[in-house]
């Protein structure tokens, strides 16, 4: 058995290690120390988490830097604010033997004032997580001229979680002498090429098999109408009692605005996004983290850096902006081995838009059908058996069981399992008895007649030249009111007393509510969604139909699904939570 003593490393760590209680070397331990040691050289080791990865660049780390020099010579940078001050931890017991070594933690969410003055001090080691590091570079509080080694820990996270300029803007920073040694769990492509891109021929170790890289992410989409995407997601979440998700949203107002519905269903939710403070942020990841929340609701920024593990499902309520965001965002499911679903909900027109994903991941998504009622009724179903068979019996009860068993005499086993059942199953079959399919072809989709306004829904207003607007002036004045950004209003048509335009599908209501009450100089503003859906102009075909029927019909078809949804989403939903509850009362 290799000893540590063979490995080369001083007597104060080796002192340290006694008092760590480590008695041998792990393997990647056994295998990067001594070549870590021997001369300076750059590496990549890949191993699983667990198997002693901070040691294993930590110990000569240590023993590398010069205790009569006060510079920062050694970087470590890490994916997230816990493993960071987890690292830090670590190489002060590894070094607790060494007087005037200094390792100083530097992350986000916390005094930038205070993480200087430590650095002032003198840190020869800085353990960092890119964001905070590069902000603290570009304020001169931190100089990595003079580093003699970077360390990547959890590079495959770290790339992930999107860090990936972050890291090269940190590096361009230090000088070339300098050595890179790299640790991750998983040698995905994006890693290999840092490698390539960051080091000058590395040493490479692997322990345990290579390439267990491609995370186990399967990926699905289900294409819906635009205004069903919040129905698919909670079709979803119903077929999957045990769900433990993280839902994307483009928007702040999304994010808000699903999170909303979903606690207002009954369902366990909580949104994550930049309007909340640091502490908000924090108080919601931790309930989180700690499975009180069973879904997450996110932008992408805010959800940059979660490291939670068994996260079930990612949910992309829509697609990215960027395409590439795609990655960071899957990548937060499937972790430490287990098995995890991406599933992505598109309108017919976003379709091609996987095809762009699927180049840039290197992995096939596969078309589904969302779960029909009576499929979410039986799984419902079976976890609840499920869930009764492996309850432990509290004896407690035994008091009790006569007049219980005396209430049930009549009854039939079978009678008394079928009546037991339907209290729970009553619930969401009704609800799911006379929802409608959700198809491709629902909503707004219907209407977009083999054109690509697949995602966008086309305005009538009573406004128009008359009232001195051009089409410029009149998309400005749209945008204004609606507060929508550059591309929110398109194809604006202005006639004589009335006008045309478009908006996403997604802002459909913001316009109704917008013009529900509006006056223009006195006069009430009437905006309908138009029947015939071209862009191009006399869209309001049928005509007449005061503000009534305009305004209603398209609604009316949008109630038909959330005013059923949320009747049985009350009933149904409250079963869901109970039952996420009963669980987490078991672990
Ligand atoms: P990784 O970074 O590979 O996921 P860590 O470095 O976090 O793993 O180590 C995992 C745990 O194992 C830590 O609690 C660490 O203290 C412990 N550990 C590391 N090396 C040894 C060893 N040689 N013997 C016993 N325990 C060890
Ligand atoms: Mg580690």
Redesign the pocket.
């Known amino acids: 058995m290799t000893t540590?003593e063979s490995l080369g490393l001083s007597p104060e760590i080796l002192k340290a290690?006694e008092d760590?209680?480590?008695?041998?070397?792990?393997e990647?331990?056994e295998q990067t120390i001594p070549i870590l040691l021997e001369e300076p050289t750059d590496m990549v080791a890949l191993?699983?988490?667990?198997?002693?990865?901070?040691?294993?660049f930590?110990f000569p780390l240590i023993q590398n830097i010069d205790l009569n020099s006060k510079k920062t010579q050694g970087l470590i940078l890490s994916p997230t604010r816990e493993l960071c001050m987890?690292?830090t931890n670590?190489l002060k017991q590894y070094a607790k033997y060494y007087q005037n070594l200094n390792t100083v933690a530097v992350y986000g969410g916390a005094s930038i004032t205070d993480q200087a003055r430590q650095i002032k001090r003198g840190a020869q080691i800085i353990v960092a997580t890119p964001g905070r590091m590069k902000d603290m570079i570009q304020r001169n509080i931190i100089d990595i001229s003079n580093i003699n080694i970077c360390i990547l820990?959890?590079a495959d996270e770290m790339l992930n979680m999107g860090f990936f300029e972050d890291i090269k803007e940190i590096l361009s920073h230090s000088s070339d002498q300098k050595n890179t040694w790299l640790?991750s769990?998983t040698m995905p492509k994006e890693v290999s090429m840092i490698a390539k891109k960051f080091m000058k021929s590395p040493k490479e170790i692997t322990v345990g098999q290579k390439n267990i890289s491609t995370k186990s992410v399967s990926h699905e989409y289900f294409i819906v109408g635009g205004r069903d995407r919040y129905s698919a997601v909670k079709r979803v979440v119903d077929a999957n009692p045990d769900i433990y998700a993280v839902i994307f949203c483009r928007t702040k107002r999304d994010t808000q605005k699903v999170a909303e519905k979903l606690i207002e269903d009954g369902y366990s939710a909580s949104a994550l996004h930049g309007d909340l403070s640091q502490a908000q942020r924090d108080m919601v990841m931790n309930s989180f983290r700690k499975k009180q929340i069973q879904m997450l609701v996110a932008t992408d920024v805010a959800a940059r850096g979660i490291d939670v593990d068994d996260i079930t499902h990612v949910i992309n309520y829509q697609l990215p902006d960027e395409i590439e965001t795609y990655t960071h965002r899957s990548g937060r499911t499937g972790r430490a081995g287990k098995e995890g679903k991406s599933l992505v909900i598109v309108t017919k027109s976003e379709v091609r838009k996987i095809r762009q994903v699927e180049k840039i991941i290197g992995q096939k998504f596969t078309q589904e059908e969302l779960p029909s009622g009576d499929e979410i009724c039986k799984r419902q179903l079976f976890h609840l058996a499920d869930e009764i068979k492996n309850t432990t019996i509290n004896s407690e009860i035994d008091s009790f069981i006569p007049d219980l068993e005396a209430q049930f005499e009549d009854l039939s086993k079978e009678e008394i399992i079928k009546k037991f059942f339907s209290v729970e199953f009553t619930r969401f079959h009704n609800y799911y008895k006379n929802a409608p399919k959700i198809t491709q072809h629902s909503a707004d989709d219907s209407y977009s007649s083999g054109k690509d306004y697949g995602d966008e829904t086309r305005f009538f207003i009573n406004i128009g030249e008359k009232d001195g607007f051009n089409w410029m002036s009149l998309k400005d004045f749209l945008k204004e009111q609606l507060n929508l950004d550059r591309d929110g209003v398109a194809k604006v048509d202005v006639k004589n007393t009335f006008s045309f335009f478009n908006v996403p599908t997604d802002d459909v209501e913001k316009v109704q509510s917008t013009f529900d009450t509006f006056k223009l100089k006195g006069r009430h503003v009437n905006v309908e969604i138009t029947k015939d859906q071209k862009s191009g102009s006399g869209g309001r075909k049928g005509g007449g139909g005061g503000r009534d029927r305009g305004d209603r019909k398209p609604r009316k078809r949008f109630d038909k699904n959330s005013s059923s949804d949320f009747k049985g989403k009350k009933s149904g939903g409250s079963s869901v939570k109970s039952s996420f509850e009963r669980r987490r009362k078991k672990s």
Do not use: N, R
């Not at 760590?20 to 792990?26: A, I």
């Open positions: 540590f290690i760590l209680g480590f008695e041998s070397p792990s990647v331990q191993a699983q988490t667990g198997t002693g990865k901070t040691a294993a930590g987890q690292i670590e820990d959890e640790f769990a």
